[in-house]
């Protein structure tokens, strides 16, 4: 779609009615929200019957602010809920993974059957290394099979697992083993990235040269490497695991009993380990996953294109689907892992229904160029799914009329690490869409835009997004800092639970999430989003990625600066690079309004990202304000930061 086309669309339309298909069908009918906003928490017990409770709780939910219990009294296991029982009612030959290797051609399909009989053996072998209920287990590892089996055999044993994204250093990971204790870590020798091994051991053994306390690591053999190897603590997978029975009686733990810790940053250099606890998180990601992405587990094949060391991989790749038993591709490679066509192949081969991604990852294919997608029959898809950061208007219309032939509705999900589950969503049949917007709170979880005083704000105005009461899957804290999650999350608006993050209502009363706080701008006076100045800078035919930043300044109090990448490269552009700055402060002026007009703007071949893919603004802002620029160890390319600041010094500016 055209620039102009999708303006005249936006200025016509602005929304997408919900598709008759999926309303005839859809798991949720409209009555849901009227359902649960008449009594959330009753409401939320229901849904807790989608699990299988040893002991069925009595209790809902307990509420000491900000300390919740959800089911207390209630007892289960998390893998017999996400495998076994699946196996028992006759569904042991249904698929739960078609795994895709990096590698063309590798490929393994596991059932629920194979799930069940390597949990077991997994389960079976880390009682053997001495792990028991109640401990920490760090999972370091790439997206094979064996991740999953292993977070389901340590929760199975009531033990917690820490899974560390496997894109971390060797001090990132030693931090988070010390910090919650880990007494174990389950790990490959490598993991394979477009054809390449890399080799994963040596940062454990380095991480482990700081953990005295980590008694034993199983090591899966993934890229056969050869490894140093420590007699007495390093365990291979398929020593102990294959020789295990495959029968193992599970045991059945409280619904509070710890199963989840995930590190996440905060404002502070120091990660928080957000921890999860079993009952109230799993109906969730249950529940959630049902009537978000309306999944049918007898038909669907879900991708969730993300990585099991983040929440979205906890939640939606393990959690909510094994829980429905619903069949999935696990995809080990990058987007471009033998070529830029792979996703789109992978999703013509394995006739894949449901598609969620990152927008930043949606920008990227888009970059790539449209014939990419369209070479291929991606006439399976039924529905579209998005997540991590506010999407662009633009990205949002490619993903939906490219990749889901406009037919797809596309569910904008907002939530974060902490609150375990998707809470801001469409839900498809029953609400309408807009490009760039996550619509409404889902059914059961309360959601306000407040002022600075804690005051909703009207349709029409932004504020601060607070979610106004709990939720079961919400963090029950920050592992070992009570204080600091009071502090973080429940002082600002007292009683309310302060996302970080900017909302707007629009004047139909929808929710627009505009980013983190500290990315919201002053611009003289004037609350500027930095997403809504991004928006409209990718919103340029010639754009193709944007991060804004502010900086401080001596007038304005802030100043717009904006790292831009181009669709050309910017060796093309240098042509006439204060030509194009000038067309693109005007673009800002056109869309917004002049007062948005970046001060800055530096062409840039690349932009710094995390591993996650999130783009680094507060480094960008580091640079913009000439600081110095701090640990960068999450960076996929360090390089582009120091590119960066070179640009500082070259770049044009205006100043009027
Ligand atoms: C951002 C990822 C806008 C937001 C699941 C949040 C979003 C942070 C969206 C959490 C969305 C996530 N629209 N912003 N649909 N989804 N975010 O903990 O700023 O990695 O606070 O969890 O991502 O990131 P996290």
Redesign the pocket.
Known sequence: MTEAKLEAWLDETRSFAPSPQFSKQANAQPSIYEEASADPVTWWRREAERLTWHDEPTNTLEWDMPFAKWFSDGTLNASVNCVDRHVAAGRGDRVAYHWVGDAEGESRTITYADLQSMVNKTANALIEMGVKNGDRVAVYMPMIPEAVVAMLAIVRLGAAHSVVFAGFSADALSSRILDSDCQFVVTADGAFRRGAASPLKPAVDEALESCPNVKSVLVVRRTADDVNWVEGRDVWWHEIVERQSDVHTPDYFPSEQTMIIMY?SGTTAKPKGIYHTTGGYLTQVASTYMNVFDVKPDTDVCWTAADIG???GHSYIVYGPLINCATQIMYEGVPDSGGKDRWWRIIEQYKVTILYTAPTTIRTLMKWGDDLPKGHDLSSLRLLG??????NPEAWMWYREHIGGNRCPIV???????TGAILISPLPGITATKPGA?MRALPGIGVDVVDNDGNSVGNGEGGYLVITHPWPAMTRGIYGDPERFKETYWTRFPGKYF???GAKRDDDGDLW?L??IDDVMNISGHRLSTTEVEHALVGHPAVAEAAVVGASDDTTGQAIVAFVTLKMSTDDASKDQVAVIEELRLHVARVISPIAKPRQIILTPELPKTR?GKIMRRLLRDVAENRSLGDVTTLTDPTVVNMISELMGTEASSDD
Do not use: F, K, N, Y
């Open positions: 996440t983040w929440i979205t998005t997540v991590g950061e506010p999407i904008d999900t907002w939530w974060q690490t902490e996550a996302a970080g993050d999430l980013g983190r996650s």
